[in-house]
């Protein structure tokens, strides 16, 4: 038992004594979750302690200055707060915790466990921003990522360290299809480190897929960080960061990591509220530019890495509003991401799941990972899904005259194995060769 805290000694014994007085600030205003703090000069993204009843604390982030005060944002509620209570700094700006000792835990965006568990010890810590480097040291995508459906392995094949969306209205099955590719990883072999991410969802999907994953071998190489959509809005942000710092973590040492954040929107949404807390113009439907820049950021920082030899595969799902795809988010993320997968309202009112619309979805590296036969299969069935689709009305109708069009003929012959093959059941796992195998055959037929 005592072993628990042999490296909690250790490390207290090699930490310098800081005999410096501690400078405390007042909060001097407070807006919603927005407080002015008089008194106290620390650096944007600081975490700093306010002071909540004799014995009692509240955590806040700095987010901006103004007129000689700090902006901070509470990462809670302001329940019982008070004027001119007593805020210090905390820790050290700009940094994140990470490392090993997050493996086989659910975190929330403070890096504080929600699994009933041990309090996590570490000491290692990565910048909140990421660690910007060359752009030639991005090496490119040169090897498939298997993702266990066979939809996606077969027409939209994914790279190692390729950024994915999955983009669809609410209810059309997007955290099913995350959930079915981050089993299929966790099978395949695709990912050495999964990291979870869980931005502004329901609470009780981070219960779920806490208990469908955070179990036998699986455990010990995921990590999710949960932070649900009652939390602060800076705390969603801190959630999404911290996230992609744990996956740059592991690839630095050399590891792949597919990295999953659920949900992209959920994050613009969250530095909306930031952004306009402080002032800033909405400009497209609302949204700021820090918000969408947000996205950006954020994105970029997957990928593979020429130093460490490691890899980050981002997959990022993207809610259209209203089924819009032509949403600010949707259309900002569809910009810096190296395909999309679209899902289709339509279909799956047709009882087709995963409901990929294959005709709008796209993997931009797919061209350089699989061979030519691979390319001219997925092309060959890309066609007879889009004949079919676009004349559907005629053929229901009986407008059509068999043997107008050969290759629209063939498509109706085939539309039901088409159909059959997109479709999936979300226990299966259907491995890359297997899906290129199946795929083959269906055509050959």
């Known amino acids: 038992m005592l072993r628990l805290f042999d490296s909690i000694l250790s490390d207290l014994a090699a930490e310098p004594v800081d005999l410096a007085p501690r400078r405390f600030g007042l909060v001097a205003a407070c807006d919603g979750g927005l407080l002015e703090v008089s008194g106290l000069s620390v650096p944007v993204g600081a975490m700093c302690r306010v002071s909540h009843g004799p014995r009692a604390s509240l955590a806040a982030e700095v987010i901006g200055f103004r007129n000689g005060r700090t902006m901070m944002m509470l990462l809670g509620d302001t329940i019982l707060l008070r004027p001119g209570a007593r805020v210090w700094a905390e820790g050290r700006p700009g940094l994140l915790p990470v490392g090993e000792a997050f493996l086989g835990r659910a975190v929330d965006g403070e890096g504080l466990p929600i699994d009933g568990g041990y309090p996590i010890h570490t000491r290692k810590e990565w910048p909140a921003g990421g660690v910007r480097t060359s752009a030639l040291d991005r090496s490119p995508v040169r090897l498939p990522f298997d993702t266990g459906v066979r939809a996606l392995n077969a027409l939209t094949t994914f790279g190692v360290g390729q950024r994915i969306g999955i983009m669809a209205g609410s209810g059309v099955g997007k955290s099913v299809l995350i959930d079915m590719i981050a089993r299929g990883a966790a099978r395949t072999g695709g990912a050495d480190v999964v990291i979870v991410g869980l931005i502004g969802e329901r609470a009780r999907e981070v219960s779920d897929f806490v208990e469908r994953h955070m179990h036998a071998e699986k455990k010990e190489r995921t990590v999710v960080v949960a932070v649900p959509a009652d939390h602060a809005p800076n705390l969603r942000l801190r959630g999404a960061l911290l996230a992609t710092a744990m996956a740059e973590h592991f690839r630095a040492k050399g590891l792949r990591v597919l990295l999953i954040m659920d949900s992209l929107t959920r994050v613009a949404h969250a530095a909306r509220e930031i952004g306009l807390l402080l002032g800033e113009p909405g400009a497209a439907r609302g949204y700021p530019p820090s918000a969408l820049a947000t996205i950006t950021k954020l994105v970029e920082r997957a990928g593979n890495s020429a130093a460490s030899g490691g890899s980050v595969t981002g997959l990022y799902t993207v809610l259209a509003d209203g089924d819009n795809q032509d949403d600010p988010v949707v259309d900002t ?13 339509d279909l799956a009112q047709r009882g087709q799941y995963p409901a990929v619309d294959i005709a ?10 699989v061979p030519p036969d691979h390319q001219a299969l997925a092309r060959q069935f890309r066609a007879l899904s889009a004949s079919y689709e676009a004349n559907r009305d005629l053929v229901l109708m009986g407008a059509y005259r068999a043997g107008a069009d050969p290759q629209l003929d063939r498509a109706i012959a085939m539309h039901g ?5 997109l479709g999936q059941p979300a226990g299966d796992v259907v491995d890359l060769r297997a899906s290129t195998a199946q795929l083959a055959h269906l055509l050959a037929a």
């Open 333 to 345: 993320a569809r910009s810096i991401l190296d395909g999309h997968i679209v899902l289709s309202r």
């Open 417 to 421: 194995a088409l159909s059959g093959f």
């Open 360 to 369: 709008a979805s796209l993997s931009r590296v797919m061209n350089d990972i």
